[in-house]
């Protein structure tokens, strides 16, 4: 919205200020010493003359700034024929004028009403209401009602090892939680325990090692 907004002021701008060569014609006619000038020559370059014909009748040109965004009067918004200090624009252009004019006018202000809507939803809305809303229909089927009902276990992965060494005691939870397995040995977790390398630091009145437990509600059956 901001860009397309930015295009039609800027078209309305551009579209103003046609012919570009900030000459005015005026209601006087040419002084009568240019009478007698039969060729002019551009930035004083004789390669560069041009032949010239001028009559009493012809009417004089004045400078006059036609752009309004850099005018002497500052800028001018919206862009409209009003705006001239002399006039330069021809009939229909003052009226294709008058439509980009105001037309970027309603478009900025839609802009900017679209711009503080969104401030307004995105940011000062979640100062003072609670906006939440969600979505979808919550399940009836409950974690451990899946076949893989995964937890976070404590470990330490080490490429040097083809499991990952657990850095907890495990004794009280259902071993469902834990995603893998050694299927080469009895108790395939008790082998990959840190805890039974340093047992000196596994003592109940010294406990250096997380412990995580489990408690399966009484509506579920274990598996």
């Keep these: 919205p901001a860009a397309f907004a930015a295009y039609a002021v800027m078209l309305a701008y551009n579209y103003t200020g046609w012919p570009y060569d900030n000459l005015c014609k005026t209601d006087e006619n040419i002084s009568a010493e240019y009478l007698s000038v039969e060729a002019i020559s551009i930035n004083g370059e004789p390669s560069m003359e041009e032949q010239v014909s001028l009559s009493t009748d012809d009417k004089a040109y004045e400078y006059c700034l036609q752009d309004m965004i850099y005018s002497n009067d500052g800028l001018n918004f919206p862009p409209i024929p009003s705006y001239q200090d002399i006039v330069w624009m021809t009939n229909s252009q003052e009226e294709a004028s008058k439509l980009l004019g105001w037309t ?21 809305r979640k100062f003072f209401i609670n906006a939440y809303r969600p979505t979808g229909k919550a399940s009836e089927e409950r974690f451990l009602d899946l076949k893989d009902h995964y937890g976070y276990i404590p470990f330490v992965e080490d490429p040097a090892f083809e ?26 977790y008790d082998k990959h325990n840190l805890i039974f390398d340093m047992p000196s630091l596994v003592k109940d009145d010294d406990q250096q090692f997380s412990v995580m437990k489990t408690w399966t509600p009484e509506n579920v059956e274990e598996t």
């Design 104 to 124: 970027s006018v309603g478009i900025l202000v839609l802009t900017g009403i679209v711009f503080l809507r969104k401030l307004y939803v995105q940011t000062i």
């Design 163 to 188: 499991f990952p060494l657990l850095a907890c005691k495990i004794t009280d939870i259902d071993e469902a939680f834990l995603s893998w397995s050694d299927p080469s040995i009895e108790y395939p």
